[in-house]
């Protein structure tokens, strides 16, 4: 079992810059890929960015590759979201996601745990 908590969410201008973490448990968080997805009003959830378990491998949408840096810190057990020139599309709630495997996925369906959300609101 892990449990996953993210923090870090809030209100930021556009063109600002937000570092989103996510606290898991357990002792072999190596073992697993992690994930960030955001969910907007009246959307599906979808796919911001992933992390391999070894974090050699890291996956971005197309919607903010070159904006946003996904990264973990085994020692600590946490992985991050760097958001940099945000923009008001970028407003929702963000989930952090693991994976019971070191390799990644784009599909919410290949994650085992999620974490509760944190919300991200830009102004224009």
């Known amino acids: 079992q892990v449990q996953l908590v993210e923090s870090g969410g809030g209100l930021v201008q556009a063109g600002g810059s937000l570092r989103l973490s996510c606290s898991a448990s357990?002792?072999?968080?190596?073992?697993?890929?992690m994930g960030w997805f955001r969910q907007a009003p009246g959307k599906e959830r979808e796919f911001v960015a992933a992390i391999s378990g070894d974090a050699a491998y890291t996956y971005y949408a197309d919607s903010v590759k070159g904006r946003f840096t996904i990264s973990r810190d085994s020692a600590k057990n946490t992985v991050y979201l760097q958001m940099n020139s945000l923009s008001p599309e970028d407003s929702a709630v963000y989930f952090c996601?693991?994976?019971?495997?070191?390799?990644?996925?784009?599909?919410?369906?290949?994650?085992?745990?999620w974490g509760q959300g944190t919300q991200l609101t830009v102004s224009s």
């Open positions: 357990g002792r072999t968080f190596s073992n697993y890929a």
């Open positions: 996601a693991a994976r019971s495997m070191r390799a990644t996925t784009r599909s919410p369906a290949g994650y085992d745990y």
